[in-house]
Structure formats: structure tokens, C-alpha cells
């Protein structure tokens, strides 16, 4: 009652400063004014009506994400059972993508979605920096929401400039899983970065951690960045382009 009194007074006060700016009832040009008016009012309204759905429809569907489970959609069509499935405990989500393109900020605002604290730390550590090249490292694994084993999200480094590296490393978590914590070591690392990431993993123990199979890949690009390769000409813009297409078309990717 007391939000569809606060939307009344809004459209009163929107109608009031609407007729400011109108003509007086003398004025020959005051009927079309009141046609305008009439037609301007229903657009508002038709927008309420549009945001009051629109916010229903989001509420919903963040309702059955929170509420799912591995297997909850399963029919059961020809006699099976949930049982004769292999359904997985966790549902894997892999985020993969160019240097930068967002990945971390994804994870942080998937997962302020879902959380109904605001004032929760992000979740995401975001410190990539083009002119020293840092990013993300390791797999890191997040559970969506927080404490829940429904979905796990896991941020991956940036891709390489080289197709047949990404492939490679790509290929690796298809067919063998992805570990919380596990390096991302490359052959084009020079010799100091290997060293710093050969010791951090020993603290984290991914060695440890049992392989979780990826269920489905999110490829996340920055659209600006793609938007000025595509209008640049350089041979940096073309390459980044090849490799975008070129990984996202490689068939370990199909129906992930």
C-alpha cells in the first residue's frame, strides 16, 4: 500500500511540473497540449508496469537459482530415475577469457546478486594491470551463493596470446577437471614468474583438492576492447581477434 502510495505521488508530482511547462487553458494550443499530456501519462505508466515485471521476473528466477540443486530439473522421461543419472554435486562453472576482460568483476557481481548483505567484501581479488601484466594466477574456485554447494564458479587467467597454448591449457581442464588453487603455469613464462608461482601453491594445497569436472564455460569478453580491435588495423588487434574466434570455436568448448 505504501509503495503504491509513494507511486502516486510520484506521477502527481511529474504531472505538476509537466503542466509548468504547458500552455494555459486559454491558449489555442491547449488541446493538443492536453493530448500530449494524456499520452506522455500513459507512457509512464506502461513504464512502471514494465519495471514492476521486469523486477518480479528477476526476483523469480534469483528464487529457483537459490533453490536449485544438481538433478533438480531432471525428468523423468522412459522409466529413469534421478538415481540413474551421474549427476554431479557441485554444478562447475569456468570462466575463460582474454587478459582483463572483467572475469573477477563477473564473479563479484554474480555473487553480490545472490547476497542480501550489501556491506560483504568482494569476493574476487581484481588487480589486473596492463602495463605489468598481474591478473589472475590460479584457479580460484567461488561457491554461489556463499556456503552453498550448488554452483561453483572458477576465475581463470586470462588467455594467452598464443591459440595453441589456450587450447592446450583449455583442453587440460575439459578432460581432467579444475582444482581451487591449482597454477596456471604457461611455456612462454619467464623464469621468475614460474619461480613465484612454483612456491605460493605449496600454502594453498591444490595437490589436495579433488578435480571437479566442468559442467559449463562462460566465455567473457570486454566489448569495448573487442569494438577498438575490430576498427583498429594493427597486427596486436588482428591476433586478439584470431585468438577470441579461434578458442571460442574450438570443438573441447561445443555444448559446455
Not at 42 to 57: H, P, W
Not at 194 to 223: H, S, T, Y
Request: with cysteine.
Amino acid at each position: 500500500m505504501k509503495a503504491e502510495d509513494g507511486k502516486n505521488e510520484s506521477d502527481r508530482l511529474f504531472l505538476e511540473e509537466f503542466d509548468k511547462m504547458g500552455p494555459q487553458s486559454s491558449s489555442p494550443d491547449f488541446e493538443a497540449y492536453h493530448k500530449r499530456r494524456q499520452k506522455v501519462y500513459k507512457e509512464v505508466l506502461q513504464s512502471y508496469d514494465q519495471l514492476r515485471v521486469r523486477s518480479k521476473s528477476l526476483n523469480e528466477a534469483k528464487y529457483k537459482v537459490l533453490s536449485y540443486f544438481p538433478g533438480t530439473w531432471i525428468e523423468n522421461v522412459g522409466g529413469k530415475k534421478l538415481s540413474d543419472y551421474d549427476v554431479p554435486k557441485t554444478t562447475s562453472l569456468l570462466l575463460i577469457g582474454p587478459k582483463g576482460c572483467g572475469k573477477s568483476s563477473l564473479v563479484n557481481k554474480i555473487s553480490r546478486v545472490f547476497e542480501d548483505d550489501n556491506f560483504a567484501p568482494e569476493r574476487a581479488q581484481i588487480s589486473y594491470n596492463p602495463s605489468v601484466g598481474d591478473g589472475t594466477y590460479y584457479l580460484q574456485g567461488y561457491m554461489i551463493p556463499r556456503g552453498s554447494a550448488s554452483f561453483c564458479l572458477y576465475d581463470s587467467r586470462g588467455l594467452a596470446d598464443g591459440t595453441s597454448e589456450n587450447i592446450n591449457m583449455i583442453q587440460n581442464w575439459m578432460n581432467n577437471g579444475v582444482r581451487h588453487g591449482e597454477p596456471v603455469v604457461r611455456k612462454s613464462d619467464d623464469s621468475s614468474l614460474r619461480r613465484r608461482m612454483k612456491f605460493k601453491p605449496r600454502e594453498l594445497g591444490w595437490k589436495f583438492c579433488r578435480p571437479q569436472m566442468v559442467n559449463f564455460v562462460i566465455f567473457v569478453v570486454d566489448a569495448v576492447s573487442v569494438l577498438k580491435s575490430i576498427e583498429g588495423d594493427g597486427v596486436e588487434d588482428l591476433l586478439c581477434l584470431q585468438m577470441i574466434s579461434e578458442v571460442f570455436k574450438h570443438p573441447c568448448l561445443s555444448f559446455k
